[in-house]
């Protein structure tokens, strides 16, 4: 009796790109990386790992959403401003934005002449109307970028002049990146002053001369010193007779009551400082950007020196920051702002309906932090669903991604960072994982 090899019913290569869901996907995905699954599912097939019948199923099984190896990754981990999960999530209103920025749009263009128009007026301009105290502003492409060209214009290259700084505020952030490794990779040379744990404006005073570029003020954002200390702020600083330059770091414009100690930009351009840096990413909400605010012709002389161009932001960097600053709330605000009682009872909704479900689980309190390097040692009170450990590699690998934190044995689901809009989605995770 002859037996028919199974293998010859896999279907071909061109039967299985002509299925309409695997044309579909296609179409999305485009033909490269479908193809890719088609030929991987067919070999499956032929080593007897799956039945002939199932390859359409398999494709479908391994293809992204998307046409990227980002993954979709709810943060529940109690950091508002979480690092690896890109710090600030973009409001709807910036999400919109993008879509239009995507396309062909006026990012260089005047609709009515025609002709060349300058760039980024929009969210030039809602930066000075959100700090009316700057006369000027410009964005690069982070803080670091920032804090770059404003070393390299007024202190580096061929100038080889210095930059006033107290040793205390010689910072290092995340991946071992360290501000003096930074100024003077610009050609600048630092004048460091005072000791780690205390400077006074005579220190400053003292080390002003003929070839002081400006005096740098760095606000330590991921650390607090405390104890036998005294810093300078940017107040004390007025009358050296050389610009006075703020690293604010978080981006914070104006002053929040859950942060007196956060420096913020608005407070900190009143107070003498000639120009303010701070990132875009952070407590603003906005996308990954640097921003300088201040005096208009020390800023018209960053905006226009060579480096400028080699930092300068895209158009969907320009559009999302605009519609940041003129749209609603963005998420890192409301989530700041979330009041602990309302954590508490969306808490205890999600954990109640998971327990009716058969899950072990209990609604907890919970202390969350601001996160991204910014308002360090402040506690925001929070709530959280309690869920037993092993729940915290499964929820990870889930579609879309849960991410929390492991406590005392324990997977803690907390929902400052949450939108209450997707808690159902949450929700909907863990019993996938039941």
Do not use: W
């Not at 990386?33 to 398999?58: N, T, W, Y």
């Not at 979709?72 to 409001?91: C, D, E, K, Q, Y």
């Not at 060349?116 to 964005?139: F, M």
């Not at 998971?354 to 506690?379: E, I, K, N, W």
Request: contains cysteine; charged residues 20%.
């Amino acid at each position: 009796m002859t037996t028919v090899d199974p293998r010859r019913g896999i279907p071909r290569t061109d039967v299985v790109l002509a299925d309409p869901r695997v044309a579909s996907a296609e179409e999305r995905l485009g033909r490269a990386m479908v193809k890719a699954a088609v030929v991987a599912a067919q070999a499956r097939a032929r080593a007897g790992e799956l039945a002939p019948g199932a390859v359409v199923d398999a494709v479908l099984a391994v293809l992204p959403g998307t046409a990227t190896m980002l993954r979709p990754v709810v943060n529940a981990t109690g950091v508002l401003l979480h690092t690896n999960l890109g710090r600030a999530p973009l409001s709807d209103a910036a999400r919109a934005a993008l879509d239009v920025a995507a396309g062909t749009c006026d990012v260089e263009l005047d609709l009515v002449t025609g002709g060349r128009g300058p760039r980024g007026t929009g969210a030039i301009a809602a930066l000075l109307a959100a700090v009316p105290g700057a006369g000027g502003a410009h964005v690069v492409n982070n803080g670091a970028a920032a804090m770059s060209l404003v070393a390299t214009a007024l202190a580096g290259t061929g100038n080889r002049r210095e930059i006033v700084i107290a040793r205390g505020e010689l910072v290092e952030i995340g991946d071992g990146f360290r501000l003096p490794d930074l100024l003077t990779a610009t050609g600048a040379r630092l004048r460091e002053i005072g000791t780690t744990n205390r400077v006074g404006r005579d220190d400053y005073a003292a080390a002003v001369g003929p070839d002081t570029a400006f005096v740098l003020k760095v606000h330590p954002s991921n650390f607090v010193v405390s104890g036998f200390t005294r810093s300078v702020e940017v107040g004390g600083l007025r009358g050296l007779g050389v610009p006075v330059v703020a690293d604010i770091g978080s981006g914070l414009l104006a002053p929040h009551p859950l942060l007196p100690d956060e420096p913020d930009a608005a407070t900190t351009l009143s107070r003498g400082a000639d120009l303010v840096t701070a990132s875009g990413d952070k407590l603003l909400g906005g996308p990954q950007a640097g921003i300088m605010l201040g005096d208009a012709a020390l800023v018209q002389r960053l905006r226009r020196h060579p480096l400028a161009r080699a930092l300068r932001v895209d158009k969907l960097t320009l559009a999302a920051l605009e519609a940041t600053l003129r749209g609603p709330v963005p998420p890192t605000r409301s989530g700041l702002d979330a009041d602990q009682a309302a954590l508490r009872r969306r808490a205890g909704r999600l954990a109640g309906a998971l327990v009716a479900a058969g899950v072990d689980a209990v609604a907890v309190d919970s202390d969350s932090t601001v996160g991204g390097g910014g308002a360090p040692g402040v506690v925001l009170p929070s709530a959280a669903v309690a869920l037993p450990e092993r729940y915290a590699a499964l929820l990870r690998a889930g579609d879309p991604a849960v991410l929390g934190r492991l406590d005392h044995g324990r997977c803690l689901l907390d929902l400052r960072a949450v939108a209450p809009g997707d808690d159902d989605t949450v929700q909907n995770c863990v019993l996938r994982c039941t």
